[in-house]
């Protein structure tokens, strides 16, 4: 989701942009994306 792009620093991603990430689990159960980088 944009807003877990934007709270790892990142203004966006270009299309076809590769990231890692880590799946953190909410409060509610949930998992969301976490600690997003940049794959070169």
């Given at each position: 989701h944009i807003s877990a792009v934007e709270r790892a620093g990142l203004t966006g991603l270009a299309d076809n942009q590769k990231v890692e990430f880590e799946l953190e689990e909410?409060?509610?159960g949930r998992?969301?994306?976490g600690a997003i980088s940049l794959v070169d």
């Open positions: 909410g409060r509610d998992q969301s994306a």
